[in-house]
């Protein structure tokens, strides 16, 4: 059975005592129709995880599961050992907020603020700096002073990403977050992030459909027959 399978070479390829930083333990979820059933999936420090799969298949709903945002019908994410949904509200809002970045296609800044403006907002809220080689490797570092408006989509994106890796977050989720942009500035993205994930020995779980982008993460999963088959 893949699942078992899955878990199979979770175990055999970090067989050194890692702790996984988040696991999802036999989640299954449906709407209308299951989507899934007993996916189990390991998340490990300084790693990357591709989910790429039909669309409609899910991919959306189990990045949400995984990110504190959506309680699965069956099954558990721990974090840190600890069970996700199983804490009071305001225990997954902590760690959503200290812990986990999430990316969406769509960005959320602060029209009437410029660049640096919406950059701060987080940087106060979260108690941390912002953080110059972020937004040189980002290509943003030059548009600090420019209102939202002003901004190009792609701009725009990588100052959202910026906003979200100001707060330091150990797990990055990203769902497909360079839909929206050209190849050129989707490598940028992609580039910055894996070099974040690896400068903070954070992990990354990406939802694409784009395989090259895909297959450049460490381990890609597809979501099939509403089972999670790991495809490298
Ligand atoms: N909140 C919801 N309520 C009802 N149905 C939903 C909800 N979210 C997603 N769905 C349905 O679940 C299915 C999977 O959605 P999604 O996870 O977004 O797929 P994907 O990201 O792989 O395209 C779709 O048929 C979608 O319409
Ligand atoms: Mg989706």
Do not use: W
Request: negative net charge.
């Amino acid at each position: 059975m893949s699942v078992e399978l899955n878990s199979d070479i979770d175990n055999i390829e970090h067989t050194n005592n890692l702790q996984p930083l988040l696991e999802a333990v036999d989640i299954s979820h449906n709407f209308d129709y299951p989507l899934f059933k007993n996916i189990n999936l390991n998340i490990y420090e300084s790693q990357s995880i591709a989910i790429i799969g039909s669309s409609g298949c899910g991919k959306s709903t189990l990045l949400n599961i995984l990110s504190t945002l959506l309680k699965p019908l069956d099954g558990d994410v721990l974090f840190n050992k600890k069970s996700i949904y199983s804490l009071k509200n305001d225990d997954i809002l902590k760690i959503r907020r200290e812990y986990f970045g999430i990316i969406f296609q769509a960005h959320y800044l602060f029209r009437g603020f410029n660049a640096k403006e919406n950059l701060e907002i987080s940087s106060i809220l979260n108690d941390t700096v912002v953080d110059e080689e972020l937004l040189k490797l980002l290509h943003i570092d030059f548009v600090m002073n420019q209102n939202i408006g002003t901004l190009s989509g792609g701009q725009q994106q990588r100052l959202s990403i910026a906003r979200i890796l100001t707060k330091k977050p150990k797990i990055i989720f990203a769902d497909e977050p360079t839909g929206n942009l050209d190849k050129e500035t989707a490598k940028i993205v992609f580039d910055s992030l894996f070099k974040y994930i690896h400068l903070v020995n954070g992990a990354m779980v990406l939802v694409t459909h784009e395989m090259d982008l895909a297959f450049r993460c460490d381990r890609v999963f597809e979501i099939k027959n509403q089972r999670l088959e790991q495809i490298k």
